[in-house]
Every structure is written in structure tokens, then in C-alpha cells.
């Protein structure tokens, strides 16, 4: 699976089925490069969430109506994978 498909599969996703969605999200790697993002990203208001896993930095943007509690587990989730994957 490639980086894009984590953005746009996982962290883009419809959140538990409500029809809401991150207004922009990306993973970067510790040293600087992005490694996949969203058309959006970094543009955008309302908050992010930033997951740090053993190699990179996961980031999710969102807009109301998407809550800050939603950003942060939809984020969490992939990252706390991503930890469990090494990586």
C-alpha cells in the first residue's frame, strides 16, 4: 500500500459513517519529507491533530463540523497502526 492510500483511504475517510471528513491531512517523515497528503493540506481552519510514531509525524486538519475528538482518534488510529508496524 502506498503512502497516498493512507491519506486518502484512512485519514480522509467518512467517520463513523456521519458523512464528515478531515479537511486535510498528511504524513511526514521525522526528517522533513512528506510522504503522502491530502489536495487540501495545509490549507484550511478549525484544528490538527498531530500523531509522532517512531518514524514520522502524522497529521489530520479539520473543519466544522468535525469535532477535535473525532480528528484525534481518526489520527490516532492510523498512527498508533503505524507504531505497531515499526514504523
Avoid at 483511504?9 to 503522502?36: N, R
Amino acid at each position: 500500500m502506498s503512502w497516498q492510500t493512507y491519506v486518502d483511504e484512512h485519514l480522509m475517510c467518512d467517520i463513523d459513517g456521519l458523512g464528515l471528513h478531515l479537511a486535510a491531512a498528511s504524513i511526514i517523515g521525522l526528517d522533513g519529507s512528506v510522504w503522502a497528503q491530502s489536495a487540501s493540506f495545509p490549507q484550511g481552519s478549525g484544528g490538527i491533530t498531530i500523531k509522532k510514531t517512531g518514524q514520522a509525524l502524522v497529521f489530520g486538519i479539520y473543519e466544522e463540523p468535525v469535532t477535535p475528538g473525532q480528528c484525534n482518534m481518526v489520527v490516532e488510529r492510523l498512527g498508533d497502526y503505524l507504531i505497531d508496524q515499526g514504523l
